[in-house]
């Protein structure tokens, strides 16, 4: 077949990019807890959208998954994500209201809640304008902003349909890349409401200020969190920071400070890919005494 | 064939879009390409903007009687007589070059033959920027208040009492986003533009770099954009660059150390960075490009 300069073009650096982007993430799949089991009961997904005042002009979508067991009586654990549009496709590389419908089936993680919810944007006032982005804002700012975001606007809209529970240790929040540590910072300002973080691919870089972290932690009385954390050594080294030096350094302060902490630290580059294929083994961690714990 | 070049295009336009929120120094400077004075001998620069063509216009606020041009082959001369005291210019898209007379307490705009018109009196302007739709904003900086004035002639005040010290001001790339510097403070701010030209949402989207030895001043002044959507502001510490969605991309050194107070992109195809810092201007090539305010702004296609 003869390709014209622009086609051999595009094809030749669609060869190049695929070997850049994937050669390092290829291992990491989705794994059998990812994929919908036979007599599992299903959860359901229902999409909302938020405007909030705390991020004034705001818009954004969230989705709330409900698990087949909560029976509107007994109150919920809850789990938080960032980006939680990416997190909920059941092709993607969390599928995660699957793999809490299977976690939950098994008694592996308690009856949770999810709240997906993805940044938000001030939307533009005329047509064809870009709208104010506000993800790094809310993400990568070292402040307790998004944590009131949480206790004040998204938990108290959930509670108007769900029970959910009160104990710090009954609610984590995860997230990627920023997301990642916008989970930390959530549970840093207010350990009183949440207590297990899950970070993937975290950006405790100098985005806004979050290099500093590993420094807080060695350097502030302990916190009563459970910190879930993984890296790849591909990951990104940029005008922010370093991504691979940065997650070292948390865990190393982390571990320095005597935290209940996990490092994964792997092959990949800046993607989902391997906290996606890990996600199942990372809830079993993360709550793996939710028995123990009263919800 | 076609399905597959699709299919990589979204992928390139995933991937361009991650790549385009990382935007570092190098994207912009040219190794080698440093500041040049153009102007000097002056008492304290200020008001840099640009004409169509990369002209550059400027003030001396301090001892200055004149607004002065620097044409593309780096000639100066003096471009309007009889007009002292000047602290923002930009030119507008009724070919009028609007200026913030500081010391006369006006806000003015003056046409090719150097003809004033008076638009207000007895305000404090500090500094201004005109859309491309004829609303003039401008900033008073010790009232904390950001005014209008609308085409009509009508002024209002859009913002009060938000940014510490409003000082600097510029637009977003596409002219939905207003950016104020703070001079007494550490943020820059932005701001939707309404339709109606009201301001609404506010947010410290910008933290800028301060000095050590005054952590919560920055010290915010004058602003620029790119054609690529970044913010420019000066401050004390140096000329600070930021992408679209508010993240750092560093800190470009002063030329020299005195107060850095106003920049603008100007020169052969707007690729030239144009700074008043202290008694001279100076300009150094980048590898981006500036945008007219007074020009139609760039849309996305209507769905």
């Known amino acids: ?295 | 064939m076609m399905r597959a070049i699709v299919i990589f295009l979204l992928l390139l336009g995933w991937a361009g879009g991650v790549l385009a929120q990382d935007m570092p120094l190098s994207q912009v400077l040219i190794d080698g390409e440093g500041w040049q004075a153009v102007s000097e001998g002056h008492g304290f620069t200020d008001g840099v903007c640009s004409d169509a063509e990369g002209n550059v216009y400027f003030s001396d606020v301090r001892s200055g009687q004149v607004i002065y041009k620097v044409d593309l082959d780096g000639k100066v001369s003096e471009f309007i007589k009889d007009a002292a005291g000047i602290s923002g210019l930009q030119w507008a898209a009724d070919g009028k070059l609007y200026a913030c007379v500081a010391r006369g307490r006006m806000v003015v705009r003056f046409d090719k033959e150097g003809k004033m018109e008076i638009l207000a009196k007895e305000v404090r302007p500090n500094d201004l920027v005109v859309t491309h739709d004829g609303n003039v904003y401008f900033t008073q900086t010790p009232e904390k208040e950001i005014r209008r004035i609308d085409p009509s002639g009508k002024m209002t005040v859009v913002s009060k009492d938000v940014v510490t010290k409003p000082n600097g001001i510029t637009l977003s790339a596409d002219q939905g986003t207003l950016a104020v510097s703070d001079y007494g403070g550490k943020y820059v701010w932005t701001f939707r533009i309404e339709k109606d030209g009201s301001l609404s949402y506010p947010q410290n989207y910008m933290m800028m770099r301060t000095p050590h030895s005054n952590p919560e001043v920055a010290k915010g002044d004058g602003m620029a954009t790119d054609a690529d959507g970044r913010y420019y502001v000066t401050s004390a510490e140096g000329l600070q660059m930021y992408d679209p969605t508010g993240r750092m991309g560093g800190v470009i050194a002063k030329p020299q150390n005195a107060g850095l107070v106003s920049a603008t992109f100007a020169g052969p195809g707007l690729s030239y960075l144009y700074v008043a810092c202290g008694d001279k201007i100076y300009r150094r090539k980048t590898k981006t490009k500036g945008v007219l305010f007074f020009q139609q702004p760039k849309l996305d296609k209507q769905k």
């Open chain 1, 1 to 295: 077949m003869m390709l014209n300069p622009f086609a051999r073009l595009v094809l030749s650096t669609l060869v190049l990019s695929a070997s850049l982007v994937s050669a390092d993430d290829k291992e990491y799949k989705p794994g059998p807890d990812a994929m919908p089991k036979e007599g599992v009961p299903k959860g359901v997904v229902t999409k909302h959208e938020w405007k909030s005042k705390i991020f004034p002009g705001t818009v954004r979508d969230y989705w709330v998954y409900v698990p087949a067991q909560y029976d509107g009586k007994s109150p919920a654990a809850l789990m938080v994500f960032q980006d939680g549009g990416g997190i909920i496709r059941e092709k993607g590389s969390f599928r995660a209201p699957i793999v809490f419908d299977n976690l939950i089936a098994a008694g592996e993680m308690p009856v949770t809640i999810g709240l997906f919810i993805n940044p938000g944007v001030v939307p533009p006032a005329k047509e064809g304008q870009k709208g104010r982005k506000n993800r790094s804002y809310e993400y990568d700012t070292l402040s307790d902003q998004y944590a009131r975001f949480m206790l004040e606007e998204m938990i108290p809209e959930l509670e108007k349909k769900y029970k959910i529970t009160k104990n710090p240790e009954g609610r984590g929040i995860c997230g990627n890349s920023s997301g990642g540590i916008c989970a930390f910072t959530v549970a840093w300002e207010r350990p009183d409401a949440f207590r297990k973080v899950v970070s993937h691919v975290g950006s405790f870089t100098n985005i806004r200020g979050g290099h500093v972290y590993p420094a807080l932690i060695r350097k502030t009385e302990k916190k009563p969190l459970r910190v879930f954390l993984q890296d790849g050594k591909n990951d990104l080294d940029n005008l922010h920071g370093n991504w691979p030096l940065a997650n070292q350094q948390m865990a190393k302060a982390l571990e320095f400070s005597g935290y209940d902490y996990k490092f994964v630290f792997g092959e990949g580059v800046h993607s989902g890919r391997h906290g996606g294929a890990i996600l199942p083994d990372t809830m079993r961690w993360i709550w793996r005494n939710w028995k123990e714990e009263k919800y």
